[in-house]
Each structure stands twice: as C-alpha cells, then as structure tokens.
C-alpha cells in the first residue's frame, strides 16, 4: 500500500552484548586517565586491565552469540587505540614524562601514533584472504592489549619496588621507545585466541585459569608482572615457530608491484 510506513528492523539484544562490551572497554581506558589525572596510579592501572580483560570477552562472546559484524569490528578497534594506546601515554605521562619536558610529551605521542599505525595494519591484514590459515595463529608484532601492559611495566613494578627508580624519564622512555617498536614491528607473536585446549585437560587447565585470577586479586602487581615477564618469553619461540611455518607453507608472493600505476 503505498504511503505505508516501512515496520522498523529489530536487534535481538542478545547481538548487542559485544558492543556493550567494548563500550564498558572504552569507558575503562577514559576512567584510566581520569585516574592519572587525580595521580591515583593503582585504580588507573587497573583500568587497563579491566579493558583488556573485556578486550578479550568481547570478540570471543560476539562468535559465541554470532554477533559479530563489521560496526562492532571498527567499534573494538577504536575501542583499543583508546584503552590501549592513548590512555597509557597519557598515564606514563602524567606519572613521569612531564619532567622531560617536550621530549617526554613526543615519546608519548611516539607511542600513540604507533600503536594507531599497528591497529590500522591489523584491519588490513584481516581483510587478505589470501594468506595461509596458520598466519591467523600468529600477529604481526605486539597486540595492542599486551602492549598496553608492557609499556606500563615501570609504573607495576613500582607499585612493589617505590617508584625512586622505576619513575625516573630515562627508565620509562626505555619502555615506551622499546615498546612502540615491537608495537610496528613484523615480528610475529603468538595469537592465543585460537588456543584449543583437549578434552581431557579441560579440568587442568581451568585450575590454572582459577590459580592465575586468585593470585591477581591476592597480589594483582607481582602477578602481572610474571604474566608479562611470561609473554616476553614467548616471543622467541614465536619467531621459531613462525619461520617453521614459512618454510613448510611460504607467503604468497606480493605482485602488486607489477600493475602499472593509475
């Protein structure tokens, strides 16, 4: 009939819950650097990781539910360049750099803009379907989230150890030179999201899940600290695996050099 007005499309909310997610993620990067802003450290750190830990839940339960899609995909990717990539320069900013005067403001903006650069490569990377299955197992330096935690390393440790030394422009522009770094750099780590685990170490390894979350609420730092100290390892074997994986299943190789330019 015409003139009808058209009956307006329904969400199931079930679909939402990610997008809630990353907007409580967002929330929690924005409550860090109102924390720092305040100089109460510990509450703004923890900001981090509760960002992280919904930077985690919120892909995994959007293919649980299947609702992922591509505005919940930029949302999350926002989402990260303010929780992991603002919010920590700010925090190390405000916590040291401000003492180094404008060499300190351009390490912070250093960090940021490479955490940018890494984010927009990632959704590039996510849209070539023609690289190998195995690639999905590894990222293309270091993930914004386990970034965001290392470059905060000096501001952890001094929740332990004083901040006499680890507070001090010259040890934090170590981290975020070093950091932002890895952050564009090509060298592969590992991606635990497609970590299966075999039916019968289910229960062993909810034990360790159950182990590791008593210990963050028992002694949140020196957890975190081993947790990071853990991934730094890893990355060696990373490189290994990954170069394993070449050789038995190279790349394919890049041609788009050889079209003429428009």
């Known amino acids: 009939m015409a003139g009808r007005r058209k009956r307006p499309e329904w969400l199931h909310i079930n679909k939402m819950i990610p997008n809630f997610l990353t907007i409580l993620a967002i929330s929690a990067g924005m409550s860090a650097i109102r924390f720092g802003l305040d100089d109460r450290w510990e509450p703004a750190a923890l900001a981090i990781l509760a960002a992280a830990i919904l930077d985690a839940l919120d892909g995994r339960i959007a293919r649980i539910l299947k609702g992922a899609s591509k ?4 949302l999350d990717s926002l989402a990260d360049f303010l929780s992991f990539g ?3 320069a700010m925090m190390l900013y405000l916590w040291a750099m401000q003492d180094a005067g404008r060499f300190g403001w351009m390490l912070a903006l250093l960090f940021t803009i490479s955490m940018a650069l890494r984010l927009a490569r990632f959704n590039t990377m996510l849209e070539d379907e023609d690289m190998p299955s195995w690639t999905k197992n590894f ?6 989230p386990a970034a965001a935690g290392l470059v905060l390393t000096p501001m952890i440790l001094s ?3 004083g901040d006499e030394f680890f507070r001090q422009p010259v040890v934090v522009s170590f981290f975020l030179i070093g950091v932002a770094a890895l952050v564009v750099s090509s060298i ?3 991606s635990f999201k497609k970590i ?3 039916s019968n170490q289910v229960v062993p390894a909810m034990i360790i899940v159950g182990v590791i979350i008593t210990a963050l609420v028992s002694a949140p ?4 600290s081993c947790v990071l100290l853990v991934y730094l390892a890893t990355i060696p074997f990373s490189v290994k695996m990954y170069r394993k994986k070449m050789a038995e299943s190279p790349l ?3 041609n788009s050099g050889d079209s003429e330019p428009s």
């Open 71 to 74: 505005f919940g995909a930029e």
């Open 86 to 88: 603002v919010a920590p």
């Open 139 to 144: 990222f293309a330096g270091t993930p914004a």
């Open 159 to 161: 929740f332990q150890f």
């Open 188 to 190: 592969p780590t590992f």
């Open 196 to 198: 299966k685990v075999p």
């Open 221 to 224: 730092w020196t957890t975190l």
């Open 252 to 254: 394919p190789e890049d």
